[in-house]
């Protein structure tokens, strides 16, 4: 199902993204 198929891509967009998207949130955090 094509459903599906973006489900699949988004998980793969996350967990290429998630990791830098993270350590940028906190590096924002820290400098408060």
Excluded at 13 to 26: A, N
């Amino acid at each position: 199902a094509a459903w599906q198929d973006k489900e699949v891509a988004g998980a793969e967009w996350l967990e290429r993204h998630l990791p830098s998207i993270f350590s940028r949130f906190i590096r924002s955090e820290g400098k408060e």
